[in-house]
């Protein structure tokens, strides 16, 4: 897995850190805390989005268990075949989907994602749900909001609201992922 | 990707690729009540084919209506085909109704290749002649790497009618791009003139549609225990104006898959066959039946590799050309 900003290293010029490494933690933790207080008792089902949702997710869920929350189950969900701009980009590849073996009927589905920035992925994550079950209510984490929503969507939890220009990338780094953990933003153009 | 005509096109990160969509839009699919995916709405495919088929032309209808794609089905014995129209002319029909794929079988080789240069559509080759069937071979390399792992440094026997099957050649060049070693079983006049004097020569060296890196054999029995995989080729009665055999039961003692074959073929080893079945002509009842036989689960997997290859043809931008 490539570093969603090649190999540029951080702290040049035109980058700079956002969040560190014990940032991401403190609010992975923080989140953990946020989900167990707005659903407890009702257990819930984590699914982290492809492909940063997915570390993040299993994170979330270690916090969750850790802090006495109850889980009903922790899975990924692939949404790249449900997405609208298909035909905007060259050929996606998918990632695994792996729901968990109670399924999402009737469930308590948080979503988790790395960056919430149009919609569209939470959109096609929400019509892949649907095709899957039928949740009892279905919330939303993400570690970074970057706001310019193209769609009438919002977080439940959010970890940092940071305001950008859509001419900035905001990069979320990890450990399963890419080495490390930060949260990094690069002004453009690109 | 604009066209899936041949297996040689296919660079192994490719095939790679398309392998790995093929497994993921299997597991997407897994146990759900509704197997529908909006991938493809609004995308139209049309199979049009001149030969006759069950499982192909079905395998594609039911991986475009899977990922909602509309798929209508012409063939040409029902077709203005039958009243003399020209291959060109109905596929420029075709393709002006707003086609955007159209998958063909023909039966005389190079007609996709043909095809791709009339009409602006995609055009996936259902097997042309005795040239390729791609998606064949795509579906027995995704069988072989559910059964074995890998198809790196495994030995893949094909045995029986080389000459004539399209199915052969394209699993030759895109199992060779993955890794495997092929080895051909066959009489003498079931291989392609001079094939001898081509393999193991050249291999790599220049163009691999003339060069096959394989060994060939004329001994089944001999090829069985250092056999991982043994892919048993239907006898393509259809395509034999001549004498290529003495008898029926002659082929079948030399080289069809007997139980007693089968023992002797290494633990793991696994048998395809491309269908349609000549049971007990190259292939026993009882072998075919048997769990080392993944026939089945070729054909289950050949809907997952027919949605990936549409998946990579229809559903990103298209290339600019």
């Not at chain 2, 395998?59 to 039958?82: L, P, Q, R």
């Not at chain 2, 029986?160 to 052969?168: E, F, K, Q």
């Not at chain 2, 034999?240 to 793991?268: C, D, K, N, V």
Request: contains cysteine; hydrophobic residues 45%.
């Amino acid at each position: 897995m490539s570093s969603p900003f090649g190999t540029g290293a951080a702290g040049s010029p035109r980058q700079h850190e956002l969040l560190s490494a014990a940032d991401v933690a403190r609010i992975v933790a923080r989140i953990a805390h946020q989900i167990i207080e707005r659903t407890a008792p009702q257990p819930v089902v984590l699914l982290g989005i492809p492909t940063r949702g997915v570390p993040l997710v299993h994170r979330l869920a270690d916090r969750i268990r850790e802090f006495g929350g109850t889980l009903a189950g922790v899975g990924t969900l692939d949404v790249t075949l449900y997405r609208d701009d298909l035909r905007r980009r060259p050929t996606r590849p998918l990632q695994p989907t792996e729901l968990p073996a109670g399924g999402l009927d009737d469930a308590l589905v948080v979503l988790v994602d790395d960056v919430l920035y149009s919609g569209r992925t939470v959109a096609a994550a929400l019509d892949a749900v649907r095709e899957y079950g039928r949740p009892r209510a279905v919330q939303l984490a993400v570690l970074v909001d970057r706001g310019h929503r193209e769609l009438p969507i919002r977080a439940d939890y959010v970890g940092k609201n940071v305001p950008t220009s859509p001419e900035e990338e905001v990069g979320v780094l990890l450990v399963e992922t890419d080495g490390t953990d930060a949260v990094v933003i690069r002004r453009g153009p690109r | 990707m604009r066209h899936l005509l041949t297996t040689a096109d296919l660079q192994f990160e490719t095939a790679t690729a398309l392998l790995d969509t093929a497994e993921a839009l299997k597991q997407a699919l897994l146990g759900r009540e509704v197997r529908k995916l909006p991938t493809l709405r609004g995308r139209t495919v049309v199979t049009l084919f001149y030969e006759s088929s069950t499982r192909t032309r079905a395998s594609f209808e039911i991986a475009g209506k899977w990922m909602s794609a509309d798929v209508v089905n012409v063939s040409a014995a029902a077709s203005s085909a039958a009243k003399g129209e020209s291959l060109r002319d109905t596929a420029i029909t075709l393709a002006a109704m707003g086609a955007d794929c159209v998958v063909i079988r023909h039966p005389a080789s190079g007609a996709a290749h043909r095809l791709a240069g009339w009409v602006p559509a995609h055009v996936i080759n259902a097997g042309d002649g005795t040239h390729q069937h791609p998606t064949q071979a795509l579906l027995d390399a995704a069988t072989l790497r559910d059964r074995l792992g890998t198809l790196n440094g495994r030995t893949v026997t094909i045995v029986g009618d080389v000459l004539h099957s399209r199915v052969a050649r394209s699993n030759i060049q895109l199992l060779i791009t993955l890794g495997a070693r092929i080895h051909l079983v066959a009489p003498p006049t079931l291989l392609p003139w001079g094939i001898a004097n081509w393999s193991g020569q050249n291999s790599g060296a220049h163009n691999r549609e003339q060069s096959w890196p394989v060994t060939v054999g004329h001994d089944l029995d001999a090829a069985l225990p250092g056999t991982d995989a043994l892919m048993v080729l239907r006898v393509q009665a259809e395509r034999m104006h001549g004498g290529f055999f003495p008898s029926a039961r002659e082929y079948s003692i030399s080289y069809g898959l007997t139980e007693a074959r089968l023992r002797r073929l290494p633990e793991h080893a696994v048998v395809l066959h491309p269908g349609p079945m000549l049971r007990g002509m190259e292939i026993a009842a009882s072998v075919a039946d048997s769990p080392r036989a993944a026939i089945t689960d070729q054909v289950r997997n050949g809907v997952h590799v027919r949605m990936a290859v549409l998946y990579h043809l229809l559903a990103a931008q298209e290339e600019q050309q």
